[in-house]
């Protein structure tokens, strides 16, 4: 990742903060970006990409010759919120990272204006690896404070034992992310085979014949699950594919197995790769072996943040992270009655046509 895209990150956290909070009230103006530059030691681009990124959550709208204003319906989380248990590894910087930023942001607008049973808000417990999702609720309440239901997201599933005892006291859950066969709770995913294959024929349609795939780890069920489209669409194809153990929420780690996968005769021309870090690692990688961006590799990324894919160095071409729909399907299976078959939901991410891949693009 950048460092523009880290300063912009972090500026759209605390704006984002500021709107939950209460400091903005719905319908009240921001500061102009100039203002907004000088109070916060970045500029006037990385502003404007922050605003960009918190319009495109929902909780800004941006007139022409107007200026910046909290969109109606933003505002400080209500007491009936929905509990988001986040699980991942905490390096990843959980305060800024945008994955979790673009559900919560679209939580807190489609729960209060969705028309999915009134205003939700939305609260997150961040539970660490091989942490006790459990214990975190407890300490966060107890189950008294899940009224609004609970969300799971990230690289840990929870327990059959939470899930059961969520249950038992009326309390509708849904888990972010696909359990395999363990039907008895609602599941919203992506759906991975469909992003893999896309990926892929993005790239065969430009004439590559020998393609990367650059994602991980192969434990992380989504991550299994691009694979297999992603050299589904290869083989079919009648071309080949290299595998390359990369982990998408560590830049460095991707960047040193794409250069040692790269830097060997016979290199593959194209590759998809998973995660905005992942993306930003093979870029560094790229970069460190000479290979010029889209002219000796093209690059489609997977799984991406919408808004982070415009501040690579080449705007990228990439599948992003459909948030409106993941959101959507999870504010509607948590308001199905708990004697109902859970929901079982696939969301298709959407391709974003950058010029990574060698698309001509037209500017602006």
């Excluded at 022409?64 to 910087?93: D, E, I």
């Excluded at 189950?143 to 059961?164: K, M, N, T, W, Y």
């Amino acid at each position: 990742m950048t460092a523009a895209s880290v300063k912009y990150q972090r500026l759209a956290h605390d704006l984002r903060q500021a709107i939950t909070g209460g400091r903005f009230q719905p319908g009240e103006g921001l500061p102009p970006e100039r203002d907004l530059a000088k109070s916060h030691g970045v500029s006037r681009p990385t502003v404007r990409a922050a605003l960009d990124a918190l319009a495109h959550e929902g909780l800004l709208s941006r007139e022409q010759g107007r200026g910046t204003f909290v969109a109606r319906g933003c505002g400080s989380t209500p007491a009936a919120a929905l509990t988001l248990v986040y699980s991942a590894p905490f390096k990843v910087g959980i305060d800024h990272d945008p994955y979790l930023a673009g559900l919560t942001a679209q939580v807190a607008m489609r729960s209060s204006a969705g028309g999915i049973g009134g205003p939700l808000g939305v609260r997150v417990l961040a539970v660490p690896i091989g942490g006790d999702a459990a214990a975190a609720i407890e300490g966060a309440g107890g189950l008294a404070h899940c009224r609004g239901g609970v969300l799971f997201v990230g690289l840990e599933p929870p327990s059959d034992a939470l899930l059961l005892r969520l249950r038992g006291a009326g309390i509708a859950c849904v888990v972010l992310g696909r359990l395999g066969g363990r039907e008895a709770v609602a599941t919203v995913a992506g759906d991975g085979v469909r992003t893999g294959e896309l990926a892929a024929r993005h790239l065969l349609a430009h004439g590559h014949r020998r393609l990367a795939l650059v994602d991980g780890p192969w434990s992380h069920h989504p991550c299994a699950q691009r694979r297999d489209g992603f050299l589904a669409a290869v083989a079919a194809a009648g071309a080949e594919a290299v595998v390359v153990d990369g982990i998408g929420w560590d830049r460095p780690a991707t960047a040193a197995a794409v250069r040692a996968a790269f830097a060997a005769a016979g290199r593959p021309t194209a590759a998809a790769v998973s995660g905005d870090c992942g993306a930003s690692g093979l870029l560094d990688a790229a970069r460190d072996l000479g290979l010029a961006v889209p002219r000796d590799l093209a690059v489609v990324a997977m799984h991406l943040p919408e808004q982070v894919s415009p501040l690579a160095e080449v705007p990228l071409t990439a599948l992003v992270v459909p948030y409106a729909g993941y959101v959507q399907a999870a504010l509607e299976a948590l308001r199905r009655p708990l004697g109902e078959p859970p929901a079982q939901v696939l969301v298709a991410d959407r391709l974003v046509v950058g010029r990574s891949c060698g698309c001509v693009v037209p500017e602006g």
